[in-house]
């Protein structure tokens, strides 16, 4: 199986070109983000990936983790791994230097993401986990639970995790039943909590829970729910641990992928009640989860695509040195290697063209994440956040969907050898399904994403989105480049298709509720094509700049358009039949009664 390299040339193109790394590094607090210390990190970072992570991926995939007698144990080699990867300070990247963090900016952040991700997936998803509680106990914990549990989380010498889901509240969070009963100054914690990534394992000597659930009188539903703090080993004043928490680990769950990554059926309260602090107020639980969850998000859908790209780079390196069959154009000939077929070149650019529209669209929002934390106008900031919380959704959502049909095209390129576990392209496959259901599904990512996102501001954020895509397809309309007139012209039908799903469920939406709910995941979808060829066609353009300057670097930016213009005709077209599905589709989804579906 190939070894996975980061792919750090596109990244800093990206990150330089469409997400402006420079504008960034001027935000305040970020004057340490050069150019050079950035190119560093990513350098530093791919080094790890390629050489710590990616070698463990197949024998982890094999091993699995472990559980006896309570005990959980992750395959040969992770402790390890994990160890040289907090000491090498990467748990702490984008965690704000007043914690003790790096403070280097989001967008940093997603590109190392990324690298983890494509590595070595099961791996990741712990740190991925504990950055997420660090963040929500930052903004939302006392000062005493800051100062008694965040150093040794941010230093990742203890992990973290989100306990949500139980056997009858999956993504139903208002069925949730675990209970906490006032004492003192803390809370006594009793019910079950399933799918719970790391949960339980030997990498470190404590895990801090984050644990929804209700005070005996607290409201029903959403609004009676409240977080705490649950440690695996309670923590005594001096910082030491002391006895351990009344929380067990039932059991781990036998999943199709991520094998290597215990995901727990947790117990808490079995005897005494776990001890557990409050996180804020009362009742505000799932508001404060939701911070976690966020980012959570965004790095899941950075997942998606780190995967994506993993599975591209073996399918590349797969069909440069499969010989088979003759050449169409000659076949009286010999065979050749399949990266001359025609149909697999078609594959292998569909892979290609997406994972860069993903890192771009990703990369992004991360720096508009970044100025939504740190611009100083008020108002921009605002700006800034308004389309962060638009497109969260659809960079989780879209490049999940995105990362299932990668990984399973990565298989199709191998051909029957593709569906053999030793080549490792179906672990892949196996590993990126997940990514489309935790964080939220698809369709709850499209539920959000009309209703909080579409509905409620009458469509003002999406609409000025859509202005911002019309002066990139204005620059286009300029271009004389023909390859540029190509891109252009598709990016406009893909833009007012997306205009006009917009206004369509801004007009349908509170009088047919379900007509547009069935257009939801469409909707989703159709929005993650158009930015990615938004950002396409802008790589596009900088790409065609920097031919027509001269210079190094010829063939990546004759790439570049190459890829662009593959987006353009293959990816963008389907816009037009998404929105199709969105305005006149939902007779069809809701046209069988209950009982015909038989």
């Given at each position: ?213 209700r005070t005996p009188d607290a409201p029903a539903g959403v609004k009676g729910i409240s977080m705490f703090l649950v440690p695996k080993f ?195 496959f196996r590993d990126a399904r997940i990514s489309t259901i935790y964080e939220g599904t698809t369709g709850i990512q499209a539920k959000d ?116 213009r593959f987006y353009a005709d293959h990816e963008l077209p389907k816009a037009i039949a998404l929105k199709e599905s969105i305005v006149g ?14």
């Amino acid at each position: 199986m190939a070894g996975y390299q980061a792919p750090l040339r596109d990244m800093q193109f990206v990150m330089n070109e469409l997400a402006d790394l420079a504008g960034v590094g001027r935000l305040p607090g970020y004057a340490d983000a050069t150019p050079e210390l950035v190119d560093s990190v990513l350098d530093a970072a791919g080094k790890f990936a390629a050489d710590v992570l990616a070698p463990l991926n197949v024998s982890g995939d094999r091993q699995g983790a472990g559980f006896k007698d309570g005990v959980v144990t992750t395959p040969q080699g992770f402790k390890q791994a994990y160890l040289r990867f907090v000491q090498d300070g990467w748990n702490a990247l984008a965690i704000p230097a007043e914690h003790g963090g790096q403070g280097l900016p989001q967008l940093v952040s997603a590109a190392v993401q990324e690298m983890w991700q494509a590595a070595n997936m099961s791996f990741a998803l712990c740190s991925l986990l504990t950055q997420g509680a660090v963040h929500a106990l930052i903004l939302c914990g006392s000062p005493q639970l800051k100062k008694l549990f965040l150093p040794k989380m941010i230093s990742g010498d203890w992990t973290g995790t989100m306990n949500l889901s139980e056997p009858q509240a999956g993504s139903d969070l208002a069925a949730v039943r675990c209970r906490a009963q006032r004492e003192g100054e803390h809370y006594r914690i009793s019910g079950q909590k399933i799918f719970i990534t790391y949960g339980e394992h030997n990498w470190t000597e404590n895990i801090i829970h984050l644990v929804l659930a209700r005070t005996p009188d607290a409201p029903a539903g959403v609004k009676g729910i409240s977080m705490f703090l649950v440690p695996k080993f309670l923590v005594n004043t001096d910082g030491t641990l002391g006895k351990r928490n009344d929380v067990q680990c039932a059991s781990i769950e036998h999943k199709l992928g991520i094998h290597a990554c215990p995901t727990a059926v947790l117990s808490y309260g079995e005897n005494q009640g776990a001890l557990g602090y409050l996180i804020g107020e009362e009742n505000r639980g799932l508001e404060y989860m939701f911070i976690m969850m966020n980012l959570a998000r965004f790095d899941v859908g950075v997942q998606g695509l780190g995967i994506s790209d993993r599975a591209w780079q073996q399918a590349r390196a797969y069909a440069k040195e499969r010989v088979q069959s003759a050449d169409i154009s000659e076949p009286r000939g010999q065979p050749v290697t399949i990266i001359h077929h025609p149909d697999v070149r078609r594959m292998l650019m569909s892979m290609k063209s997406r994972v860069e529209a993903m890192r771009a669209v990703a990369y992004v929002i991360a720096a508009e994440l970044d100025r939504s934390l740190r611009l100083a106008d008020e108002n921009e900031r605002a700006r800034a956040q308004s389309f962060v919380d638009l497109m969260i959704p659809v960079v989780k959502g879209w490049c999940t969907e995105n990362a299932v049909d990668i990984t399973s095209l990565g298989i199709q390129v191998h051909g029957g050898m593709g569906y053999i576990e030793e080549t490792g392209a179906a672990q892949h496959f196996r590993d990126a399904r997940i990514s489309t259901i935790y964080e939220g599904t698809t369709g709850i990512q499209a539920k959000d994403l009309i209703g909080r996102k579409i509905a409620r501001d009458k469509g003002e954020t999406a609409k000025a989105l859509i202005s911002v895509m019309r002066a990139t397809e204005s620059e286009l309309a300029k271009a004389k480049d023909n390859e540029l007139k190509a891109i252009h012209a598709r990016l406009k039908a893909g833009i007012d298709a997306m205009e006009q799903a917009v206004d369509w469920l801004v007009n349908h939406y509170a009088g047919n509720v379900k007509a547009a709910a069935a257009g939801s995941v469409p909707f989703l979808l159709l929005v993650g094509i158009v930015s990615g060829g938004w950002q396409m066609a802008r790589a596009a353009l900088a790409a065609q700049n920097k031919l027509e300057a001269g210079g190094g670097d010829a063939g990546f930016y004759q790439a570049k358009l190459g890829t662009a213009r593959f987006y353009a005709d293959h990816e963008l077209p389907k816009a037009i039949a998404l929105k199709e599905s969105i305005v006149g589709g939902a007779t069809g989804v809701l046209a069988l009664s209950e009982e015909q579906f038989a």
